[in-house]
Nanobody, 125 residues
Framework: QVQLVESGGGVVRAGGSLRLSCIDS????????LGWFRQAPGKEREFVAL????????HYAESVKGRFTTSRDATTNTMYLQMNNLRPEDTAVYFC??????????????????WGRGTQVTVSS
């Protein structure tokens, strides 16, 4: 039932900003923990950020702390990832995902049951 679509990716110079959006067209993830992951060519998928079901708690990978902010809007059932001071090493396909594995919060990809198809972020030096 959950169908996720990411948008907002693109090409930006180092130091620039992008805002990614993730929406469930069925509007069914309003109470779920949501996560952002990314995968660069030749690398494993890695955790980026998560936000709890009501937007009261967030957690970030060390590599993006202070630069990225995730949020959610319950009225539109949309999750956002604001990315500032982007670096070339941030280049990757970014995915949003829904965690329905149970209570608690996880930054492990295997706990996330539903995934979008991804949006490409490219940061030039």
């Amino acid at each position: 039932q959950v169908q996720l679509v990411e948008s907002g990716g693109g090409v930006v110079r180092a130091g620039g900003s992008l805002r990614l959006s993730c929406i469930d067209s069925a509007r069914t993830f309003s109470s779920d923990t949501l996560g952002w992951f990314r995968q660069a060519p030749g690398k494993e998928r890695e955790f980026v950020a998560l936000i709890d079901g009501i937007g009261a708690y967030t957690h970030y990978a060390e590599s993006v702390k202070g630069r990225f902010t995730t949020s959610r809007d319950a009225t539109t059932n949309t999750m956002y990832l604001q990315m500032n001071n982007l670096r070339p090493e941030d280049t990757a396909v970014y995915f949003c995902a829904v965690d329905r594995s149970g209570p608690g919060f996880s930054d492990h990809a295997h706990h996330y049951s539903f995934w979008g198809r991804g949006t490409q972020v490219t940061v030039s030096s």
